[in-house]
């Protein structure tokens, strides 16, 4: 019997069993590329998270997450019938499914880092790595194109972040399944050139764990257990890599895992292994005392054993080996085994300004935390403070302070589209310059032929390379320009639509009228379809502004229009 089917079982009107009905009705007659009802999907989500043994808010939200996106159903039906937490997990993992990697390596940090800051909790991050370790198990009923896609996404965004969340057993999975799509023909090479070894060692290992479980008896230390791991697929060919494709170079192609009660044992028996079999200089590496950045902790040790073969063994408490197949998630377990609460943060939070500061705080996750709600505390993605991650239309990650404009990432994209930018679309919709961007906003930039910064740019931006490209820009320009101009400010009244900022910029700039600065607000008065759009130019010549005038209010959405001219600039 499956762990939901044994859940469902011992509570029929529970929290997983109510999700289970609901998402199966949803998804009723729904099939998959496979041929397979759509719902085994979800099944099987919500099956690996119950295995990683998350609570059951947790598991609902697995068996739930594809039913806003791919069903009917909405988010509110979610919250009135599971509540807002599980609605809260659902609404993660459906926008985090929208997230896509296009293959740009520089972006592949940020795109890391914006998963986990639109995440807010990072149980939703959880129930996304198992959706996608299921979608990988079936990717060969898709499209060729879409199976390469789709595996690199999983090698080069997924597995790294189950890596850092200590979760290296999915992270591996993920790997696995995304190689033979990758890297077909080394795939097919390991297949022929390496199998054979693997049965091999599996053999010699199976001669040497006797010897290890006596001698470790003798000194009275009773290992929980010893079993052996085969190195994976993925990483054996980049192993391979480095040592000419030759396999017998791979020390730990099958290395022993021995399980200790605690701590003293783990180096009480690595002590045992020592004075057994004479260790390799440089081959003992104590992640106990200094643990990996994701938080794994163990003692690795390679020795020349019988027969006189080299061969890896680690050694662990039962603990550290839970840890470094499941991670955070193994956490989760220990603290709601001692009655820790449930925890929803609904605050936004945003990537740390120091790079890669947040693997460091993931590993102070992995400790033994003594206060259960402090660990549940810790699951929110608080390290993402003073950053907001913003994208371009074409999918780009742009990395920015906490505050940032539309100017600070037109800047941030290119110099010159910041020198040239006179407005800005986000998320579909005309936003001021000095509009605040939140984390997920997806940023058009409006540029404009011959355009200059404007110095009233200077009071919103907020970073330095914004800030002193405006005041290069305007050192720059001449005396003579600011002696002969006058200032302009039209005041215009439209009816809202796509392209409408871009075609009045145009139309300026058709007439030699440079656009100093340009805002936009909703105007309320006349329910909301109207946009008030405040412009300030440089005017040389009066004449030639009027008949600017005449020419906008051919553009038939533009209602009002109205301007005047200032002093001398």
């Not at 902790?297 to 054993?305: G, K, P």
């Not at 001692?338 to 925890?343: E, I, M, V």
């Not at 005041?471 to 009244?493: C, H, P, Q, Y």
């Not at 392209?499 to 300026?508: C, E």
Request: aromatic share 8%; net charge positive; proline share 4%.
């Amino acid at each position: 019997m499956s762990i939901i089917q044994d859940k469902i079982k011992k509570d029929p009107d529970g929290l997983v069993a109510r999700a289970h009905d609901f998402a199966k009705k949803a998804h009723q007659g729904q099939k998959r590329k496979t041929g397979e009802p759509y719902f085994n999907h979800c099944l099987k989500a919500a099956e690996y998270v119950a295995e990683w043994k998350l609570d059951d808010a947790s598991i609902a939200a697995a068996l739930l997450h594809d039913v806003v996106e791919d069903t009917p159903a909405t988010i509110e039906e979610v919250k009135n019938n599971f509540g807002e937490e599980i609605a809260f997990l659902v609404d993660g993992v459906t926008k985090l499914g929208r997230i896509k990697y296009r293959g740009v390596e520089a972006q592949v940090e940020n795109l890391r880092k914006m998963f986990l800051a639109l995440s807010h909790d990072i149980r939703v991050v959880i129930v996304k790595l198992a959706d996608r370790l299921h979608n990988m198990t079936t990717l060969k009923a898709l499209p060729p194109q879409k199976q390469k896609r789709i595996a690199v996404e999983t090698s080069e965004l997924y597995a790294p972040l189950a890596y850092r969340l200590g979760m290296q057993k999915v992270s591996g999975e993920l790997e696995d399944l995304a190689f033979p799509f990758i890297y077909s023909q080394e795939h097919d090479w390991l297949e022929k050139n390496v199998k054979e070894k693997y049965g091999e060692r599996e053999k010699y290992l199976e001669r040497v764990k006797p010897a290890i479980v006596e001698a470790l008896k003798k000194q009275g230390i009773i290992p929980l257990f010893v079993d052996s791991r085969a190195k994976r697929y993925s990483s054996l060919y980049k192993k391979l890599l480095r040592y000419n494709m030759d396999v017998n170079n791979i020390y730990d192609l099958m290395a022993l895992r021995i399980a200790v009660k605690n701590v003293e044992e783990c180096y009480a028996a690595l002590g045992v292994v020592h004075n057994l079999w004479p260790p390799l200089p440089g081959r003992i590496k104590d992640y106990i005392a200094l643990p990996k950045p994701n938080g794994y902790r163990s003692l690795h040790t390679t020795v020349f054993c019988l027969d006189n073969k080299i061969t890896e063994i680690q050694i662990r408490t039962p603990e550290m080996h839970n840890e470094a197949e499941n991670g955070i998630a193994a956490h989760w377990a220990y603290t709601q085994a001692r009655g820790s609460k449930q925890y929803i943060n609904k605050q936004a939070s945003f990537a740390d300004k120091k790079e890669l500061i947040w693997i460091g705080q993931l590993k102070t996750w992995q400790r033994d935390f003594s206060d259960p709600d402090e660990f549940m505390n810790s699951l929110k993605i608080d390290f993402f403070k003073d950053r907001i991650f913003a994208i371009t239309p074409k999918g780009e990650v742009i990395d920015l302070p906490l505050g940032a404009t539309p100017v600070d990432f037109a800047y941030h994209v290119h110099s010159e589209i910041g020198d040239c930018c006179s407005g800005a679309r986000i998320n579909g919709k005309i936003a001021p310059l000095d509009h605040r961007l939140n984390s997920g906003d997806i940023v058009e930039i409006i540029t404009q032929k011959n355009k200059k910064p404007s110095e009233s740019w200077l009071a919103f931006v907020k970073t330095g390379m914004a800030k002193h490209r405006i005041k290069s820009a305007l050192k720059s320009r001449t005396s003579v320009v600011a002696k002969e101009s006058e200032l302009m400010e039209l005041r215009i009244v439209a009816e809202d639509r796509i392209g409408l900022l871009k075609d009045i910029a145009a139309i300026i700039s058709r007439s030699h009228i440079n656009i100093i600065g340009l805002n936009t607000r909703v105007d309320k008065s006349r329910g909301g379809r109207f946009t008030a759009v405040k412009i300030s130019c440089e005017a040389k010549n009066r004449g030639k502004a009027k008949e600017l005038l005449i020419k906008l209010k051919r553009l038939k959405e533009i209602k009002e229009i109205d301007h005047r001219f200032s002093t001398k600039i």
